[in-house]
């Protein structure tokens, strides 16, 4: 129950922003819900005026669609052929009252007379707002199939029925396709059509945005709502449901959090009477709770293949999420620093970008983080898979570990105009996904590996080793895969090799280290720069080819390695000599009772990459003095 109580908690810290519509980032409005409301996508708008006439009707079109609704706890749960009609706007089986005129059927008389009813009694009750009013008075003229009909929203065939579907016949009738059916699935009964009052003198909200019309149907459904017990949440006696939210991630998500209908099963006879014996919440903790959640999911909530994985502060709604890359520096501008420097910049910067939401506190007492990951086995059914309620300041402080020590330098990213770039930092856990599996892995294991990782970054535990056993398997297999994935994987790799040892490597060549693995992944690096700098071509290296039997046969694989650098050393001749020089120093250290065929382990890669990385950038550094000698020498002739 802590996370229904700490969604309600969120609720209540945010009352000033229930009713008020945001935008995501692809400009789709969202808000946090008032109570009592759900959400619908609408297909047709009816404007009547303040004195009940019908005024104007159009299609709406799908980005304006969205549309808050008012819902009893029947309506919100209704299925099949259940009766259960929304209080205001509802699908026009429902709303017509003259149906029947165009081939309506009796289901259709009985929807609108439980409509109708409940309409009116909202409507003559002492909470009815002047707009609901002016609402039911079109509606129980019963004309609106008339009005559409006149509109041109809605056709009649040649017997003067209501043509439920366009097809060929009605094409033959009228021609083009009108906008109705083409933003409609289904027949025109399911059609969902939403109210509005116009009015001469004055501009006028739209109904569905309206917070004077929220407030008089959450005032007039309070009066209705009964069956007062205890409620598990809050410990206070109020009303309580047994039918809770369901469109959690979005307008067609049928599923529900929590639901226990199932009176002819286990799951929880045998043990209790009623459902509400396990446990009863209240409706009004019930709502506020999921309209949280749905607020939450659609403002900073991420979502994989339907699993949503979701952070929020409860005194600071925007958190920085465990399972993404949320900051790094590119060191490019520092690459005549010393690399640990880099190192230390980038802790630098990790503490700076933490101390941003370290600051942001509205002065509550209870500083926490909630960290939760939903997902649904079935259309009906979602749980909540991991949920963790912590400090804030030991959240931010679990970030900061992570990121400073599961770190490495990375270039797999592009710039706005194309261009590889280098910046340095920890892997995003999607890029994780991908280096362990591969570049076109399903969602499903995406998620689940996400879903994995979560306890590594915010409890601090170790990588599972099948996660990180499968990447290093692929970092050392670069001929199955492209170049630029291969370094890609190769640089995750280093990076969650590091968190393994506790953030004790960097990307700058520890030449003091004198560990077994590492010095053969040095030795590997020096041939593979060395064949590369006397190929003419960009075929891949032996030691590139031949590094996946390396990591299972070093000194068997290094021989067969070695002897096929011979041909490039006697072509360079003297200019091999810094080559065979450092070749021998690093082999030199490896004891001789160490120089077998035992299998490496993942250490080995960094040594690899950090040999590299000092052979790459003592090759630049001579380059770059080359061209200012070259330089001098041009101007002095120039003179």
Known sequence: MSWLLNLYE??????????????????????????????????????????GEFHSAEVVDKGSASTVIPCTEESASRAGTKVAPYPLHDK??????????????????????????????WASSPYASPRVKSIYAYLSKRTLLSDLIRERILFLDENQKIIEKWDDRAECLYGEKPPLFSVLVGEIESAFVRFTVRSADRQLLPVWEDPEMYDSFIRYYNDKLGDVDLCYVTGQRLPITERHANKIRNAADKAKLISANDTSGFTFRGRFRESRNAASISYEVSQKAHNALKWLINRQGKIIGQRVFLVWGNDAI???????????????????????EVHTDFAREVAKALDGYRNRSTGSKETNVNIMILDSATTGRMAVLYYRNMDKELYLDRLA?????????????????????????????????????????????????????????VDGRIIPRDILDSVFRRATSPVSMEPWEWE???????????????????????????????LFGRLLAVADVFERAALEDNRATNAIRYMNAFARHPARTWSTIY??????????????????????????????????????????????????????????????????????????DNA
Not at 93 to 120: C, M, N, P, W
Not at 320 to 335: K, L, Q, W
Not at 510 to 516: A, F, I, M, T, Y
């Open 10 to 51: 969120t609720y209540q810290s945010n009352l000033d922003r229930v009713g008020k519509i945001e935008l995501k980032a692809n400009e789709q409005p969202f808000m946090l819900l008032p109570i009592s409301h759900t959400t619908q996508t609408a297909h047709i708008e009816v404007r009547v005026t303040e004195d």
């Open 563 to 636: 002897s096929a650098l011979q041909p490039h050393m006697t072509k360079l001749g003297v200019k091999a000599t810094y080559w065979t020089k450092i070749i021998d120093e690093v082999a030199s250290r490896i004891p001789v009772e160490e120089f077998n065929n035992k299998p490496l382990s993942h250490l080995y890669l960094l040594g690899f990459y950090s040999q590299r990385h000092a052979l790459y950038q003592k090759k630049k550094e001579n380059e770059s003095d080359y061209s200012e000698n070259n330089q001098g020498v041009m101007n002095d």
């Open 318 to 340: 925007q958190m920085p999420p465990p399972e993404d890359d949320f900051y790094s520096i590119d060191p490019r501008p520092a690459e005549q620093k010393i690399i640990s």
């Open 488 to 518: 890609k994987t190769l640089s995750i790799a280093c990076a969650l090799i590091n968190r393994e040892y506790k953030g004790g490597f960097n990307v700058g060549l520890n030449e003091s280290l004198n560990d077994r693995d590492y």
């Open 92 to 121: 026009l089986g429902y709303v017509a009252g003259d149906y029947s005129s165009y081939g309506g059927t009796s289901k259709h008389e009985e929807q609108f007379e439980d409509y109708i009813r409940k309409l009116k009694d």
């Open 401 to 457: 570990e992570w990121h400073s020590t599961c770190m490495w330098l990375h270039q797999y990213r592009k710039d706005e105009a194309g261009n590889w770039v280098k910046f340095f930092g920890a892997p995003a856990t999607r890029d994780i996904a991908y280096a362990a599996y591969g570049s076109r892995v399903k969602d499903e294991l995406v998620k689940g590996l996400i879903e994995r990782m979560i306890p590594c970054i």
